[in-house]
């Protein structure tokens, strides 16, 4: 699988990525019958009698499963150790930490394109801790691991981390000091890897958010993966208009991920996430619409992209190319899946060409 497949992530409260790969892959279900868009009779289990309050809520990224380490594997030199990211780390200030192991002795650099942020060698036991700072900025940074062994030049990891940072004020009077977040603000922190996706930092969930989506993203074989925040320890079931696709619980850290057990044919559907009480009623809810495209998922390129909730042309060509006034380059690229530019959809798939400096 290619790893330059990028998803876009986004949401109330969090800041729009449109530099990272975030690509879910997990092994494949048996496959089933596609659930024919708006079709309430459906292959999949029926929804459940609903009571409750019908709160509507927006979303945010989170994974109830352990995050898998980010593989760093060297796919030019296969001989070699593979490199592993467990920790990434950054604070309010910027001040961040990278640790996990790669082969004995070998170089590590963290970089933001051509800039080297954080540099550390692996001991004898493979193990690394890299120190260093993610420089201010609004939306979304991607940095990539690169190391060097011997002689061999630096070579690029397949993975990467994409930092979201909470906006910096310029104000010298705010609460944590001069052109640093609030307190309560912190980065949001991704690892990217062939395999999957995880958010391994996040802001806390809003108060009047109980439950939240955030992630949308597709398995290699098209199945829906879906992911978000709730109070903790609940159960949750997603539906993707009438029907339930999918149940889970939340895991202890407050957060939740699950696939849908039926494909889904192309099509505009609602997705809707409800949380459920002890007594089985529905607590809160949160919706979005969602478009299945009729494209093979699996044939993904560099360059292309899956939006996500919250998503806006602007801000996606403000995070791809710097300018939000360039979303016009997005929408003539892709103008025969675009009816309106004002309206888009998470789950549609949108190329951003490479167009260089920003004019």
């Known amino acids: 699988m290619a790893a330059g497949r990028t998803v876009l992530i986004g949401g109330a409260g969090l800041v729009i990525a449109g530099l990272a790969s975030l690509w879910l892959l997990q092994d494949p279900p048996a496959p089933q019958a596609p659930l024919a868009a708006g079709d309430p009779a459906a292959s999949g289990p029926r929804p459940p009698a609903e009571s ?21 594997s060297d796919p030019a030199a296969p001989s070699r150790r593979s490199a592993t990211l467990d920790v990434a780390r950054v604070e309010r200030d910027g001040e961040a930490v990278f640790a996990g192991t790669a082969e004995p002795g070998a170089e590590i650099e963290v970089r933001i394109g051509e800039v080297v942020i954080a540099t550390a060698r ?28 011997g002689e061999a030049g630096a070579v690029r990891a397949p993975d990467a981390v994409v930092v979201m940072a909470p906006p910096r004020g310029d104000a010298p009077d705010r609460a944590a000091g001069a052109g640093a977040p609030p307190p309560e603000e912190t980065a949001t922190v991704v690892l990217t890897r062939p395999e999957g996706a995880a958010v391994v930092q996040a802001p806390p969930r809003p108060a009047d958010q109980p ?3 955030d992630l949308v993203s597709y398995s290699d074989d098209g199945f829906l993966e879906i992911s978000g925040r709730a109070e903790a320890l609940r159960r949750l079931r997603v539906y993707a208009n009438a029907v339930m696709i ?5 895991a202890a850290d407050g957060r939740w991920s699950t696939r849908a057990a039926a494909g889904l044919a192309p099509g505009d559907y609602r ?9 089985g009623a529905v607590r809160s809810r949160t919706e979005s619409p969602f478009r ?11 360059g292309q992209i899956v939006v996500q909730p919250g998503d806006t042309l602007w801000a996606i060509a403000e995070n791809r190319y710097g300018q939000g006034v360039r979303y016009s380059v997005i929408y003539q690229a892709n103008a025969a899946r675009i009816r309106d530019p004002d309206l888009i959809y998470p789950g549609q798939i949108f190329s951003l060409p490479d167009t260089g400096a920003p004019q």
């Open 292 to 302: 299945r495209e009729a494209v093979e998922v699996a044939a993904l390129a560099a």
């Open 122 to 149: 692996a001991g004898a036991d493979g193990g690394f801790v890299a120190y260093g700072a993610v420089p201010p900025g609004d939306g979304a940074q991607q940095l990539d691991v690169w190391t060097r062994s």
């Open 52 to 72: 409750g309050p019908d709160q509507s809520a927006r979303a945010q990224p989170g994974d109830a499963r352990p995050a898998a380490p980010a593989s760093l």
């Open 211 to 213: 439950v939240t989506l």
């Open 271 to 279: 997705l809707r996430v409800d949380l459920l009480g002890d007594d």
């Open 246 to 250: 999918a149940e889970t619980w939340v």
